[in-house]
């Protein structure tokens, strides 16, 4: 069993910066992408960016130049470096990883609890 625990989500002013954090857990052989995502009230759940685990980014275009994607693979761990917040942001932050429970075996997708991140004006 795979498990991803979030950290790092909160209140904060516009123009203020966070730091989510991510770590998985558990059994497995190996993680692909791990990436961030986001859903807003009366909103489908989007991709903020991601990183596969030779350290290849991509990023929405509403936060390129203002967050940034890392991990840590040999910690299992994936950070999101949030600058210049707008309140657009504001947003239940999900973390989610291709893990491979065994060798040989093929990619399952994983989710976060989820995190919420008020941006205020």
């Known amino acids: 069993q795979v498990q991803l625990v979030e950290s790092g989500g909160g209140l904060v002013q516009a123009g203020g910066s966070l730091r989510l954090s991510c770590a998985a857990s558990?059994?497995?052989?190996?993680?692909?992408?791990m990436g961030w995502y986001r859903q807003a009230p009366g909103k489908q759940r989007e991709l903020v960016a991601s990183i596969t685990v030779g350290a290849r980014t991509t990023y929405a275009d509403s936060v390129k130049g203002r967050f940034t994607i890392s991990r840590d693979n040999a910690k299992n761990t994936v950070y999101l470096q949030m600058n210049s917040l707008k309140p657009g942001d504001t947003a239940v932050y999900y973390c989610?990883?291709?893990?491979?429970?065994?060798?040989?075996?093929?990619?399952?997708?994983?989710w976060g609890q989820g995190t919420q991140v008020t941006v205020s004006s």
């Open positions: 558990g059994s497995y052989f190996g993680i692909n992408v």
């Open positions: 989610n990883a291709e893990v491979q429970p065994h060798y040989g075996l093929g990619f399952l997708d994983y």
